[in-house]
């Protein structure tokens, strides 16, 4: 979570600058593949349907 909250942080720096929507690009990556990540060490059992997801 505080990964989460450190990126939440990042995004704000970078919201004033130009390249926001190139933050808000990778911002929404990283998220999702530390999303990816925490399922698979919660549920090893639905490790299979995160592969299909990607």
């Known amino acids: 979570m505080a990964v989460y909250v450190g990126m939440l942080r990042l995004g704000r720096l970078c919201a004033g600058s130009s390249g926001v929507l190139g933050a808000r690009a ?4 990283s998220w999702q593949e530390a999303r990816l ?5 919660l549920r090893p059992s639905g490790e299979k349907l995160a592969h299909q997801g990607v």
Do not use: E, H, K
């Open 37 to 41: 990540q925490g399922v698979r060490f």
């Open 26 to 29: 990778a911002l929404s990556r």
